[in-house]
């Protein structure tokens, strides 16, 4: 499986972004999906995740209710519609793709396919 993330730019404070991730190879409906982001001097963390065949969806605490995962099955796509950024939002985020994940593992970044980072910086 092949991922690419799109749609990161740069924006003020309150406003929104939708990511996009496009898969390209393999049966997709079987993938759980991830969004991880990595600010700068930081660790990579969790965002936000789908589980396999789109059974549930998963949120770190510090984006929900403002971020929504989702999918297109058809298209190979999952989105991140993230709403009321904030500038600790900025960083580059990252689509990444499992086969084998399970719902207690979704936050955990060890996922067999990523993507190359989308940047999002979010001014005050």
């Known amino acids: 499986v092949q991922l690419q993330a799109s749609g990161g730019g740069l924006v003020q404070a309150g406003d929104s972004l939708r990511l996009s991730c496009a898969a390209s190879?393999?049966?997709?409906?079987?993938?759980?999906v991830a969004w991880f982001r990595q600010a700068p001097g930081k660790e990579r963390e969790f965002v936000a995740a789908?589980?396999?065949?789109?059974?549930?969806?998963f949120y770190r605490d510090s984006v929900k209710g403002r971020f929504a995962i989702s999918g297109d099955v058809s298209k190979k796509l999952v989105y991140l519609q993230m709403n009321s950024l904030k500038p600790e939002d900025t960083a580059v985020y990252y689509c990444?793709?499992?086969?084998?994940?399970?719902?207690?593992?979704?936050?955990?970044?060890?996922?067999?396919?990523w993507g190359q980072g989308t940047l999002v910086t979010v001014s005050s």
């Open positions: 190879g393999g049966t997709f409906r079987l993938y759980a």
């Open positions: 990444a793709a499992d086969r084998s994940k399970i719902n207690s593992a979704l936050a955990h970044p060890d996922y067999a396919y």
């Open positions: 789908v589980s396999r065949t789109g059974g549930g969806t």
